[in-house]
């Protein structure tokens, strides 16, 4: 297996611009993870899916941020509008019983606003 | 909010086992401690996990206190390539939440 991959994995844009950061999980997994990754806040759980509905997203910061995960194999996080505060390094992680129910992480989407 | 407490950063030589501990005090009778590592640049990575008993796996071993509040990751053999920032979580078993902490700066020197 790949394990889990994000798309694109950088992204410049400017303020205001619509941003759409993309992952796959592993094939089998039944739970997709979002987390973004700042100096000063770490890691941050944004949201997570369950058999592809959302099940938690109170990690999510403002309506600005959308996550969809139409089916099992594909998952988006979008941002719009884009703002400098939100450059971070976003990462996407699945889990499921065929790894041994422990997260396997992306290599994530590092994004810069301008 | 991270129930856990790690020192900031730990210097460890090559070949030399390096020991990290963890404070997790409050942690209650369902929560696990697992281990994740970030190597600069990559998305985290599982170690290990366990609840009282010491675990050990092809990575590290875990060493548990009996009160449960604390414990202690060993990498046996470090390399370079385990310089790290090692993070320390407590988790129920079946809770999908993992709530990082600022974790361990490992840095094994040569």
């Known amino acids: 297996d790949a394990g889990v991959i994000q798309s694109p994995r950088h992204e410049v844009t400017e303020m205001g611009q619509e941003v759409t950061l993309r992952c796959k999980p592993i094939?089998?997994?039944?739970?997709l993870f979002w987390y973004r990754q700042t100096m000063m806040r770490g890691l941050e759980l944004l949201i997570y899916?369950?058999?592809?509905?959302?099940?938690?997203d109170s990690g999510m910061p403002e309506d600005r941020f959308s996550a969809k995960m139409p089916n099992a194999s594909f998952s988006t996080l979008k941002i719009q509008p884009s703002e400098p505060r939100d450059s971070a390094v976003y990462f996407c992680?699945?889990?499921?019983?065929?790894?041994?129910?422990?997260?396997?992480f992306g290599p994530g989407t590092r994004l810069t606003v301008l | 909010d991270a129930k856990t407490t790690q020192p900031p950063s730990m210097d460890c030589a090559e070949g030399r086992a390096a020991n990290l501990p963890c404070n997790h005090s409050?942690?209650?009778?369902?929560?696990?401690v697992y281990w994740y590592r970030q190597i600069h640049s990559q998305g985290p990575q599982y170690i290990i996990h366990?609840?009282?008993n010491n675990e050990t796996n092809e990575m590290a071993s875990l060493i548990i206190t009996e009160d449960r509040k604390s414990s202690t990751l060993i990498l046996p053999h470090a390399t370079l390539r385990d310089t790290a920032v090692y993070y320390c979580?407590?988790?129920?078993?079946?809770?999908?939440?993992?709530?990082f902490g600022q974790g361990t700066r490992l840095t094994i020197n040569p």
């Open positions: 992680a699945s889990r499921g019983l065929a790894g041994g129910n422990e997260q396997f």
């Open positions: 094939s089998g997994h039944d739970y």
């Open positions: 899916f369950n058999n592809n509905v959302p099940i938690d």
């Open positions: 409050t942690i209650s009778g369902n929560e696990y």
């Open positions: 366990g609840l009282k």
């Open positions: 979580i407590v988790r129920p078993r079946d809770g999908q939440k993992l709530v």
